[in-house]
Protein backbone atom coordinates (compact mmCIF):
# COMPACT_ATOMS: atom_id res chain seq x y z
CA UNK A 1 0.00 0.00 0.00
CA UNK A 2 1.59 3.33 -0.94
CA UNK A 3 2.12 6.10 1.50
CA UNK A 4 -1.05 8.48 -0.68
CA UNK A 5 -3.59 5.62 0.05
CA UNK A 6 -2.11 5.24 3.38
CA UNK A 7 -2.68 8.84 4.06
CA UNK A 8 -6.18 8.88 2.57
CA UNK A 9 -7.29 6.34 4.82
CA UNK A 10 -5.95 7.80 8.26
CA UNK A 11 -7.64 10.70 6.89
CA UNK A 12 -11.06 9.07 5.85
CA UNK A 13 -11.15 7.14 9.19
CA UNK A 14 -9.01 8.80 11.60
CA UNK A 15 -10.28 12.51 11.38
CA UNK A 16 -13.96 11.23 12.03
CA UNK A 17 -13.21 9.75 15.33
CA UNK A 18 -11.09 12.21 16.65
CA UNK A 19 -14.15 14.85 15.92
CA UNK A 20 -17.13 12.17 17.48
CA UNK A 21 -13.98 11.69 20.42
CA UNK A 22 -14.63 15.46 20.69
CA UNK A 23 -18.19 15.70 20.43
CA UNK A 24 -19.26 13.12 22.35
CA UNK A 25 -16.80 12.34 24.79
CA UNK A 26 -16.54 15.40 26.81
CA UNK A 27 -16.58 14.31 30.19
CA UNK A 28 -14.19 14.35 33.06
CA UNK A 29 -12.63 17.72 30.95
CA UNK A 30 -12.22 15.54 27.68
CA UNK A 31 -10.50 12.79 29.56
CA UNK A 32 -10.11 10.23 26.78
CA UNK A 33 -9.20 12.98 24.03
CA UNK A 34 -6.97 14.17 26.64
CA UNK A 35 -4.99 10.94 28.30
CA UNK A 36 -4.54 9.43 24.55
CA UNK A 37 -2.83 12.62 23.68
CA UNK A 38 -1.02 11.85 27.09
CA UNK A 39 0.15 8.54 25.73
CA UNK A 40 1.11 9.96 22.29
CA UNK A 41 2.96 11.99 23.81
CA UNK A 42 4.82 9.46 25.71
CA UNK A 43 5.70 7.41 22.15
CA UNK A 44 6.87 10.89 20.80
CA UNK A 45 9.00 11.58 23.95
CA UNK A 46 10.65 8.03 23.20
CA UNK A 47 10.97 8.58 19.49
CA UNK A 48 12.99 12.12 20.09
CA UNK A 49 14.65 10.56 22.74
CA UNK A 50 15.95 8.16 19.72
CA UNK A 51 16.57 10.64 17.17
CA UNK A 52 18.94 12.94 20.37
CA UNK A 53 20.93 9.25 20.69
CA UNK A 54 21.75 8.89 17.25
CA UNK A 55 23.68 12.15 17.57
CA UNK A 56 25.31 11.16 20.41
CA UNK A 57 23.00 12.42 23.38
CA UNK A 58 22.69 9.96 26.15
CA UNK A 59 18.98 10.27 26.78
CA UNK A 60 17.46 7.67 28.07
CA UNK A 61 14.22 6.32 26.41
CA UNK A 62 11.98 5.41 29.27
CA UNK A 63 12.98 8.58 30.57
CA UNK A 64 11.79 11.25 27.95
CA UNK A 65 8.77 9.40 27.36
CA UNK A 66 7.41 9.42 31.04
CA UNK A 67 9.27 13.41 31.05
CA UNK A 68 7.14 13.83 27.51
CA UNK A 69 3.46 12.09 29.35
CA UNK A 70 4.12 13.55 33.14
CA UNK A 71 4.19 17.44 32.20
CA UNK A 72 0.53 17.46 29.50
CA UNK A 73 -1.08 15.07 32.38
CA UNK A 74 -0.04 17.78 34.88
CA UNK A 75 -1.51 20.47 32.75
CA UNK A 76 -4.78 18.70 32.26
CA UNK A 77 -4.74 17.63 36.10
CA UNK A 78 -5.01 21.50 36.53
CA UNK A 79 -7.92 22.23 34.47
CA UNK A 80 -9.29 20.60 37.33
CA UNK A 81 -8.96 23.86 39.23
CA UNK A 82 -11.82 25.81 37.93
CA UNK A 83 -10.60 29.48 37.26
CA UNK A 84 -9.20 31.35 34.20
CA UNK A 85 -5.88 31.92 35.80
CA UNK A 86 -5.02 29.59 38.40
CA UNK A 87 -4.36 26.16 36.41
CA UNK A 88 -1.82 27.59 34.24
CA UNK A 89 -0.09 28.78 36.91
CA UNK A 90 0.00 25.41 38.75
CA UNK A 91 1.14 23.49 35.79
CA UNK A 92 4.23 25.89 35.14
CA UNK A 93 5.09 25.68 38.95
CA UNK A 94 4.80 21.68 38.79
CA UNK A 95 6.53 21.83 35.43
CA UNK A 96 9.58 23.86 37.70
CA UNK A 97 9.30 21.36 40.29
CA UNK A 98 9.78 18.42 37.97
CA UNK A 99 12.50 20.08 36.67
CA UNK A 100 14.28 19.96 39.87
CA UNK A 101 13.19 16.78 40.32
CA UNK A 102 14.92 15.12 37.14
CA UNK A 103 17.92 17.64 37.59
CA UNK A 104 18.78 16.93 41.23
CA UNK A 105 20.72 13.90 40.66
CA UNK A 106 23.26 15.37 38.01
CA UNK A 107 24.24 16.77 41.28
CA UNK A 108 25.53 14.11 42.79
CA UNK A 109 26.69 12.53 39.40
CA UNK A 110 30.25 9.88 39.87
CA UNK A 111 33.64 10.73 38.32
CA UNK A 112 33.13 8.73 35.33
CA UNK A 113 29.72 9.37 34.14
CA UNK A 114 30.50 13.77 34.32
CA UNK A 115 31.88 13.69 30.81
CA UNK A 116 28.52 13.00 29.17
CA UNK A 117 26.38 15.00 32.42
CA UNK A 118 25.69 18.06 29.53
CA UNK A 119 24.72 16.05 26.75
CA UNK A 120 22.44 14.16 28.71
CA UNK A 121 20.89 17.47 30.86
CA UNK A 122 20.65 18.80 27.38
CA UNK A 123 18.77 16.48 26.11
CA UNK A 124 16.52 15.91 29.26
CA UNK A 125 15.66 19.51 29.12
CA UNK A 126 15.05 19.44 25.45
CA UNK A 127 12.59 16.64 26.18
CA UNK A 128 10.56 18.50 28.73
CA UNK A 129 10.14 21.21 26.40
CA UNK A 130 9.48 19.02 23.23
CA UNK A 131 7.16 17.00 22.93
CA UNK A 132 6.49 18.06 26.75
CA UNK A 133 5.38 21.62 27.91
CA UNK A 134 4.21 22.69 24.09
CA UNK A 135 2.12 19.43 24.60
CA UNK A 136 0.32 20.96 27.90
CA UNK A 137 -0.56 23.76 25.19
CA UNK A 138 -3.09 21.26 23.16
CA UNK A 139 -4.15 19.87 26.41
CA UNK A 140 -5.08 23.67 27.47
CA UNK A 141 -7.02 24.43 24.12
CA UNK A 142 -9.03 20.74 24.44
CA UNK A 143 -9.72 20.80 28.27
CA UNK A 144 -9.33 24.82 29.90
CA UNK A 145 -11.15 26.18 27.77
CA UNK A 146 -14.68 27.11 28.51
CA UNK A 147 -16.35 25.96 25.14
CA UNK A 148 -13.68 23.35 24.64
CA UNK A 149 -15.08 21.53 22.06
CA UNK A 150 -15.83 24.44 19.92
CA UNK A 151 -12.39 25.28 19.77
CA UNK A 152 -10.33 21.69 19.67
CA UNK A 153 -12.63 21.26 16.54
CA UNK A 154 -11.70 25.13 14.96
CA UNK A 155 -8.12 24.50 15.91
CA UNK A 156 -8.31 21.06 14.26
CA UNK A 157 -9.55 22.07 11.38
CA UNK A 158 -6.79 25.04 10.93
CA UNK A 159 -3.84 22.77 12.03
CA UNK A 160 -4.78 19.26 9.92
CA UNK A 161 -6.78 21.50 7.56
CA UNK A 162 -3.27 23.18 6.72
CA UNK A 163 -1.54 19.67 6.89
CA UNK A 164 -3.99 18.27 4.25
CA UNK A 165 -4.11 21.05 2.10
CA UNK A 166 -0.68 21.45 1.47
CA UNK A 167 -0.05 18.17 0.81
CA UNK A 168 -3.19 17.76 -1.64
CA UNK A 169 -1.92 21.11 -3.60
CA UNK A 170 1.55 20.09 -3.24
CA UNK A 171 0.65 16.97 -5.12
CA UNK A 172 -1.41 18.33 -7.47
CA UNK A 173 0.26 21.91 -8.17
CA UNK A 174 3.61 21.50 -6.53
CA UNK A 175 6.12 22.49 -9.51
CA UNK A 176 8.97 24.71 -7.39
CA UNK A 177 10.47 22.59 -4.90
CA UNK A 178 13.72 22.29 -3.08
CA UNK A 179 12.65 25.75 -1.08
CA UNK A 180 13.26 24.35 2.07
CA UNK A 181 16.42 22.20 2.94
CA UNK A 182 15.65 20.16 5.77
CA UNK A 183 12.33 19.20 3.76
CA UNK A 184 13.39 19.22 -0.32
CA UNK A 185 9.79 17.83 -1.25
CA UNK A 186 7.95 20.70 0.02
CA UNK A 187 6.45 23.04 -2.73
CA UNK A 188 5.76 26.44 -2.55
CA UNK A 189 1.85 25.65 -3.64
CA UNK A 190 1.89 23.33 -1.19
CA UNK A 191 2.99 26.20 1.44
CA UNK A 192 0.45 28.64 -0.27
CA UNK A 193 -2.59 26.09 -0.43
CA UNK A 194 -1.73 25.44 3.23
CA UNK A 195 -2.15 28.76 4.49
CA UNK A 196 -5.32 29.81 1.85
CA UNK A 197 -6.62 26.61 3.71
CA UNK A 198 -6.31 27.48 7.16
CA UNK A 199 -7.75 31.60 6.32
CA UNK A 200 -10.97 30.14 4.83
CA UNK A 201 -11.01 27.52 7.52
CA UNK A 202 -11.05 30.10 10.56
CA UNK A 203 -13.78 31.99 8.48
CA UNK A 204 -15.70 28.53 8.62
CA UNK A 205 -15.47 28.11 12.08
CA UNK A 206 -16.79 31.56 12.38
CA UNK A 207 -19.75 30.89 10.95
CA UNK A 208 -20.24 27.40 12.51
CA UNK A 209 -19.77 29.12 15.95
CA UNK A 210 -20.32 32.49 15.97
CA UNK A 211 -20.73 33.29 19.61
CA UNK A 212 -16.98 32.17 20.19
CA UNK A 213 -15.54 32.81 17.25
CA UNK A 214 -17.16 36.26 15.76
CA UNK A 215 -16.93 37.46 12.24
CA UNK A 216 -13.98 39.85 12.63
CA UNK A 217 -12.15 39.35 8.90
CA UNK A 218 -9.04 41.17 10.33
CA UNK A 219 -8.70 38.53 13.13
CA UNK A 220 -9.87 35.72 11.59
CA UNK A 221 -7.62 35.86 8.71
CA UNK A 222 -4.56 36.93 11.45
CA UNK A 223 -5.82 33.57 13.38
CA UNK A 224 -6.17 31.46 10.22
CA UNK A 225 -2.31 33.09 9.36
CA UNK A 226 -0.45 32.61 12.59
CA UNK A 227 -1.92 28.93 13.06
CA UNK A 228 -1.08 27.99 9.60
CA UNK A 229 2.50 29.54 9.96
CA UNK A 230 3.05 27.68 12.71
CA UNK A 231 2.15 24.63 11.83
CA UNK A 232 4.00 24.54 8.78
CA UNK A 233 6.98 25.93 10.73
CA UNK A 234 6.75 22.98 13.49
CA UNK A 235 6.22 20.57 10.67
CA UNK A 236 9.56 21.95 9.25
CA UNK A 237 11.76 21.56 12.49
CA UNK A 238 10.89 18.28 13.24
CA UNK A 239 11.86 17.17 8.99
CA UNK A 240 15.17 19.36 10.71
CA UNK A 241 15.48 16.82 13.50
CA UNK A 242 14.79 13.93 11.54
CA UNK A 243 17.82 14.94 8.99
CA UNK A 244 20.24 15.40 11.27
CA UNK A 245 19.46 12.07 12.80
CA UNK A 246 19.68 10.73 9.41
CA UNK A 247 15.81 8.82 9.78
CA UNK A 248 13.53 9.42 7.14
CA UNK A 249 10.81 9.11 10.29
CA UNK A 250 10.78 9.49 14.03
CA UNK A 251 8.94 6.03 14.16
CA UNK A 252 6.55 3.39 12.02
CA UNK A 253 3.59 3.06 14.07
CA UNK A 254 0.97 5.05 11.79
CA UNK A 255 0.37 3.87 8.89
CA UNK A 256 1.06 7.15 6.30
CA UNK A 257 2.68 9.29 9.02
CA UNK A 258 5.07 7.34 10.20
CA UNK A 259 5.61 7.78 14.23
CA UNK A 260 4.02 9.50 17.11
CA UNK A 261 6.17 12.54 16.84
CA UNK A 262 5.70 12.76 12.67
CA UNK A 263 1.82 13.07 13.80
CA UNK A 264 1.58 15.33 16.34
CA UNK A 265 5.13 17.60 15.21
CA UNK A 266 2.63 20.49 13.53
CA UNK A 267 0.42 20.38 16.29
CA UNK A 268 2.95 21.11 18.75
CA UNK A 269 3.87 24.76 17.61
CA UNK A 270 0.30 25.63 16.40
CA UNK A 271 -1.26 25.11 19.79
CA UNK A 272 0.41 27.79 21.82
CA UNK A 273 0.21 30.30 19.12
CA UNK A 274 -4.07 29.04 19.19
CA UNK A 275 -4.27 29.30 22.69
CA UNK A 276 -2.95 32.81 22.76
CA UNK A 277 -5.29 34.14 20.27
CA UNK A 278 -7.87 32.38 22.53
CA UNK A 279 -6.26 34.28 25.40
CA UNK A 280 -5.44 37.42 24.12
CA UNK A 281 -8.86 38.14 22.38
CA UNK A 282 -11.37 36.09 24.72
CA UNK A 283 -11.86 33.46 22.10
CA UNK A 284 -14.02 30.66 23.18
CA UNK A 285 -14.35 32.09 26.07
Known amino acids: MNNTIQRLLLFFIAIPLIVAAIIFLPHFHHAAVSLSLVLVTAGAGWELASLLRAK ?71 ALLYPGILAGYLINIISALPYSSEATLTFAALSLGNDSLAWLFGMT ?28 LAFA ?16 AALGLATGIATIVGDL ?49
Open 237 to 285: FESALKRSAGVKDSGHVIPGRGGFLDSIDSLLFAAPVFYGFCMVFGLFS
Open 173 to 200: MGRRRNLIAVSPNKSEAGFVGGLLGSVA
Open 56 to 126: GFPVRRLTSAAVGAVIPLLFWISTWLHHPIVPGRVALMGTAIILILLLTPFAFVKTDAINRLVPEVLGLVF
Open 205 to 220: ASLLFPTMLPMKPLLL
